[in-house]
């Protein structure tokens, strides 16, 4: 500015040691330096303080400091030269090695890439059936948490496995701290994870060895697709270890890694998760001071070596507890699904209330389907509901939020409920039964023997004729789970009983082959509170007829 007198520019291309000196002009102060390809923090020192700049954009780095960012990006190549690899062909159209057709990067379950060939003409075509079957595949994903000790990584990580094995990709965690117990047989404290306890950090190698290899096998054997190594994996040194463990699987498989880095800047939230490890199977039989004093010198020995993840790396970064989500080279439909997820997803503990609708008049003439109204007993349970909604949730009219099908049964069940937030959802309907609609059981296996017999072998995966199959059920009220994820107040679902099975299994972590045969109790409320080591359930029954 005018006033100024000496200013240079300092930032994380000088490692914030240098700095770089300004010539004034008119009324600005100027420099001109080379930067290479990235992202770069920077702050003015003005006559001896260090400033941001209002005009130019800022960026919390992973300090939680604001600083004056700049992105210098690769230069764009003109449209008029063209590749060589084109020049040599007259019809200037592009060569196609087989080492740069496109990947399959859907990883969907049912979705294979084939190798392309034209069929001889008397050859009959073999149709493939049952897509929504999960096919093997040699395309795995590999996410590597990255975080310093009491940052939520084992919450964020269980959490999204659960998430990604119940909509059909078969997931599952690798936790460091299991293997350490396995291998080692006890607890160490803070004093094991000291970078200078060499023969510690020797152990530490050879235990994330052993879950990598069984990362592997789990991969070829059982067919999974997504593994997650959840651990602190701090430094880069150990990262790299990683990465080539997973490229020496080639060709056999071919992974494709991401970093899942977790970075709590708010001492509340890091206090909070270190009180949640209380809980935790590494900390059992301890007392909280205890706890508390080893987590807290725990977090100082990784803090020496904590580098964060490369720009040059795949990775996610989720900042305070999904205040703030940074994504870098996420491409594909699964790791989007893995993005938008983490973009959603909050650590707030809420209670959950599923309840079922009260006795329908097809209940009582046990038909399938259908958009009756409640019978005298159905009035009667949405009354009692009512009642306990007032004495076990006191703050209901102010803070429950009440959510209900727009089915005719589910809105008279919930209606008279007391909420500060009432919401009518169609995904919340019923299961479309098809042709089946308004049918008994015993009239589907006497008119449809094939569907019926269908049914009965693949609960699942069977579709009613026009209708839907569970699996139908779990991708329509993925919404439904998202925002309960985002909710940090208590929430009310009214709906039915096959809706009500695929949200509770998504909640308790039931496989996917058991939700539709999930033994969901009627005139019950089942609250569900989500905790960062599973999820507390309890039942009350409000009339003495209550079943599952």
């Known amino acids: 500015g005018d006033h100024a007198k000496e200013v240079s520019l300092t930032g994380s291309f000088t490692n914030w040691i240098d700095s770089i000196p300004m010539e004034k002009r008119a009324t600005h102060f100027c420099v001109t330096t080379q930067l290479p390809i990235g992202i770069h923090h920077f702050k003015f020192i003005v006559d001896g303080e260090w400033k941001v700049s209002s005009e130019s954009e800022t960026m919390i780095d992973l300090n939680g400091n604001a600083n004056n960012c700049i992105s210098v990006r690769r230069a764009s190549v003109p449209k008029h030269i063209i590749p060589k690899e084109w020049k040599e062909r007259s019809d200037k159209s592009p060569v196609m090695s087989p080492a740069t057709i496109q990947r399959n990067q859907l990883m969907l379950p049912g979705v294979n890439q084939f190798k ?120 880069k040194k150990r990262r790299e270890y990683i990465l080539e463990l997973v490229k020496s699987q080639k060709p056999e498989l071919v992974i494709r890694p991401i970093f899942l880095e977790i970075i709590v800047n708010d001492p509340e939230v890091v206090m909070s998760n270190i009180l949640a490890n209380v809980n935790s199977p590494d900390y059992f039989g301890m007392d909280k001071e205890t706890v508390i004093d080893d987590l807290t010198q725990k977090i100082r020995n990784y803090r020496k070596i904590y580098e964060p993840v490369d720009d040059n790396k795949r990775y996610i970064r989720v900042f305070d507890a999904g205040k703030q989500i940074v994504t870098n080279r996420v491409t594909g439909f699964l790791l989007g699904k893995v993005s938008f997820y983490l973009s959603n997803f909050r650590t707030n503990t809420k209670d959950i209330y599923f309840v079922r609708h009260g006795q329908s008049e097809y209940n009582v003439k046990q038909l399938i389907g259908g958009d009756s109204g409640l019978t005298p007993r159905g009035f009667e349970f949405a009354s009692l509901l009512k009642n306990w909604a007032e004495t076990n949730i006191p ?128 005139e019950c409320v089942v609250k569900v509170t989500p905790q960062a080591f599973g999820a507390k359930e309890e039942r009350f029954y409000l009339t003495s007829n209550s079943h599952q």
């Open 116 to 235: 392309c060939s034209k069929p001889s003409p008397n050859t009959p075509v073999k149709g493939v059936y049952n897509t929504d079957i999960h096919n093997s595949s040699k395309h795995k994903l590999l996410i590597i948490t990255v975080g310093l000790p009491a940052r939520g990584k084992s919450f964020i990580s269980q959490k999204l496995s659960r998430y990604l094995d119940w909509l059909g990709f078969p997931s599952q965690v690798f936790d460091i701290c299991t293997y350490r117990k396995q291998i080692l047989g006890k607890f160490y404290n803070h004093d094991w994870y000291d970078p200078d306890n060499f023969e510690a950090s020797k152990l530490r190698t050879k235990i994330a060895t052993v879950a990598l290899d069984d990362i592997f096998t789990w991969f070829k054997e059982e067919d999974g697709t997504v593994a997650v190594l959840d651990g602190t994996n701090c430094s």
């Open 395 to 522: 703050t209901a009219s102010e803070e429950l939020s009440l959510w209900s099908s727009t089915m005719v049964r589910a809105i008279q069940t919930a209606e008279g409920v007391p909420c500060g937030q009432y919401i009518r959802w169609k995904i919340l309907e019923e299961i479309e039964a098809g042709v089946c609609d308004s049918m008994t059981y015993e009239e589907i296996e006497e008119k449809f023997p094939d569907e019926f017999e269908a049914r009965s072998k693949d609960k699942l995966r069977y579709r009613y004729p026009r209708g839907e199959s569970y699996e139908d059920l779990i991708r329509r009220v993925e919404p439904v789970i998202i925002e309960l994820e985002r909710r940090s107040t208590p929430v009310m679902i009214v709906a039915h009983q096959a809706i009500l099975r695929c949200m509770y299994a998504y909640f308790r972590d039931f496989p996917r082959d058991q939700v539709p045969h999930i033994k969901f109790p009627s």
